[in-house]
């Protein structure tokens, strides 16, 4: 059963991969042609959102298994069993991401963290685009204005 879900869930992702891929087509395409509608927005939101997921992803994977031995032997860096037991509870959060070898040397790359945040941003953004564009082309719009002008 467990199998099951991991390859449901592995195909759900490389749908959105996918469809992330036509999304970012279509944002070069609404940018070039200045068409910003419900449709850009919603492509906006849905890559935003992917990137913001692919992103953390590559942080969280980063972390490794083992940490002692994804520091001395992968980045190469002196593992400080002391500062890691120290600071246990900092990597246990979902955000932001850190896994530390020592004091000076996190595994989880400098960029992904800010990364995550400006793609959340945006899609944040995108939503109150898309809110907006709902709202001001909604149907009934048209039809108040017009019973109020009478």
Not at 56 to 63: D, Q, T, V
Not at 101 to 130: I, K, R
Request: charged residues 15%; proline residues 3%; aromatic residues 14%.
């Amino acid at each position: 059963m467990k199998e099951v879900v991991v390859l449901t869930l592995l195909l759900l992702i490389l749908g959105w991969a996918l469809a992330s891929v036509w999304s970012a087509y279509c944002l070069y395409v609404g940018i070039r042609d200045l068409r910003r509608g419900a449709n850009w927005w919603a492509h906006l939101l849905s890559f935003s959102l992917f990137t913001a997921l692919a992103v953390w992803l590559r942080g969280l994977f980063s972390m490794g298994l083992n940490g002692s031995e994804e520091c001395q032997f992968i980045h190469r860096q002196p593992y400080d069993a002391a500062y890691v037991d120290a600071h246990t509870a900092e990597y246990n959060k979902w955000f932001p991401l850190h896994s530390k070898c020592n004091a000076s040397y996190d595994m989880v790359p400098a960029w992904v963290n800010p990364v995550v945040v400006l793609a959340l941003v945006v899609s944040l953004v995108s939503l109150v685009g898309l809110v907006w564009f709902a709202v001001a082309r909604w149907p009934f719009s048209r039809a108040m204005n017009d019973t109020s002008s009478t």
